[in-house]
């Protein structure tokens, strides 16, 4: 199994694990270097902020409170980060952050189902076009063939 795909299949591992988000489980493996420099985040609320039902189950609460799997991810590596694997294809926000963190040269993500390009398309496409401006690599693995688990993925 290729590094890639490890690191891929580490990210959702790690959104089921440790998420809180009843309906959105996202996580993003930072990966300095060398494989050994890792970092990882996924979509919750700042530490401090309490996981309280109320917050988790009322979408719009929880939108204006959780910070996205690769803020986590970036915020957690002591490192400069080249790779960021992400269960998810990142939304503009991530994509100007993981720009504004200067070190990252590859984003790689499992290639998103069909619900989730049809309700993100504009956001996937903004970030595509930021990547691609200013040299970022962007891949997208097709997991959602070979491994059977990943089909169970939730769509935000
Ligand atoms: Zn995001």
């Given at each position: 199994m290729s590094k890639d795909l490890k690191f891929l299949q580490s990210a959702f591992a790690?959104?089921?694990i440790w998420s809180k988000d009843p309906s959105s489980k996202v996580a993003a493996v930072a990966v300095g270097d060398t494989p050994n420099l890792v970092a990882?985040?996924?979509?919750?609320?700042?530490p401090g902020i309490a996981d309280t039902e109320n917050r988790l189950?009322?979408?719009e609460v929880k939108y204006s409170l959780v910070l996205h799997a690769e803020e986590n991810a970036l915020a957690n590596a002591t490192f400069p980060v080249r790779t960021l694997y992400v269960t998810h294809p990142p939304c503009q926000g991530c994509a100007l952050r993981i720009l504004g963190y200067r070190s990252v040269l590859r984003?790689?993500?499992?290639?998103?189902?069909?619900?989730?390009?049809?309700?993100?398309?504009?956001?996937i496409k903004q970030t595509l076009a930021l990547f691609e401006e200013a040299g970022v690599e962007y891949e997208e693995i097709d997991l959602w063939n070979s491994l059977p688990w990943t089909?169970?993925?939730p769509v935000p």
């Open positions: 790690l959104a089921q990882w985040g996924y979509n919750g609320f700042p189950f009322n979408r984003v790689v993500c499992a290639k998103p189902s069909p619900e989730f390009q049809d309700r993100w398309q504009a956001s089909q169970q993925s």
